[in-house]
């Protein structure tokens, strides 16, 4: 019997037919890696694979070829993409300052040109919580430090660190392009003290049914960005081309050794303290405010 090559369901069809159609876009280190766990977990929604493949902003040279690879399942209803880097906009009051922070490429109008219906879900979390959590994050391989650290003096070296946090300045950039009746904006706090609440009315506005949703079925997919390390993502990528080689280096490391070997591979250093968390807070002031009169949240 002639085998049958399957056709590729993506083959001719249009880049708003095969990339994403919904975007996951809240802050960095406000819970997107849970949310996103979530709502994979519905027959209607694929989230895609990596969870951020930066596609409208690193990688959109690539093409949509590459960008439809992405997505195991091109027919769901919902194409999530929940890349945090869109939220990484350069205000528009500093597009022309040389060496101001942000991207300056026009992530919102590439969406809209491809999916002018696009719909978006935007975590906000405390700016100054979510800094230190992105500063004790990107110091995961890092040794712990001494003692408390300065987050001013990390966000000074660091402008990214406050502009993410700076939601207002973010979100307006999206107003020039996407009207506001597109966003459901959700508080971090809530989405972590109230789950099935908030989990609801991301289903809602989505048109998911969020009864097929567990909420216990996530927890790996919260924590584990925040648990493996560069090195230990590297070994979990090769494991998936080598099958059986987790269960081999952990038969062949002896039991004496094996944390030191496997702790700096899964875990991230002592928790990292700072002692000057109110005076960051100056760092968003206004656009606290601001982002309240937007969004109808306070951060």
Request: proline content about 7%; glycine content about 6%.
């Amino acid at each position: 019997m002639t085998s049958q090559t399957q056709p590729d369901p993506t083959e001719g069809a249009s880049p708003a037919a095969i990339g994403a159609n919904t975007f996951l876009i809240g802050a960095q280190k406000a819970g997107t890696t849970y949310l996103a766990a979530l709502l994979d977990q519905s027959p209607d929604v694929c989230v895609s694979d990596p969870k951020e493949p930066q596609f409208y902003t690193t990688n959109f040279d690539d093409g949509f070829d590459s960008y439809a690879r992405c997505f195991r399942q091109p027919e769901a209803r919902i194409r999530l993409d929940a890349s945090t880097t869109y939220t990484f906009l350069r205000p528009r009051s500093q597009m022309d300052l040389d060496g101001a922070p942000g991207l300056t490429a026009p992530v919102p109008q590439r969406i809209k040109d491809v999916v002018p219906e696009a719909r978006f879900v935007y975590v906000l979390r405390d700016p100054v919580k979510r800094a230190a959590s992105a500063h004790r994050h990107r110091m995961r391989n890092e040794k712990a430090p001494d003692g408390p650290l300065s987050l001013v003096e990390a966000m000074e070296k660091n402008p990214m660190l406050a502009l993410v946090g700076r939601y207002a300045d973010q979100i307006e950039r999206w107003f020039e392009v996407f009207p506001a009746a597109r966003f459901l904006f959700l508080d971090f706090q809530r989405l972590t003290r109230d789950t099935r609440a908030v989990l609801d009315e991301v289903c809602a506005f989505l048109e998911v049914d969020a009864s097929a949703i567990t909420i216990g079925d996530a927890e790996r997919g919260k924590h584990g960005a925040h648990r493996i390390t560069s090195t230990g993502a590297l070994l979990g990528r090769a494991a998936k081309h080598m099958p059986g080689l987790a269960r081999t280096v952990k038969a062949v490391i002896p039991s004496s050794v094996k944390a030191q070997v496997l702790d700096p591979i899964t875990k991230v250093p002592s928790e990292i303290v700072y002692h000057d968390e109110e005076a960051a807070a100056a760092f968003f002031e206004k656009d606290r405010a601001r982002t309240f009169e937007l969004t109808g949240i306070r951060v």
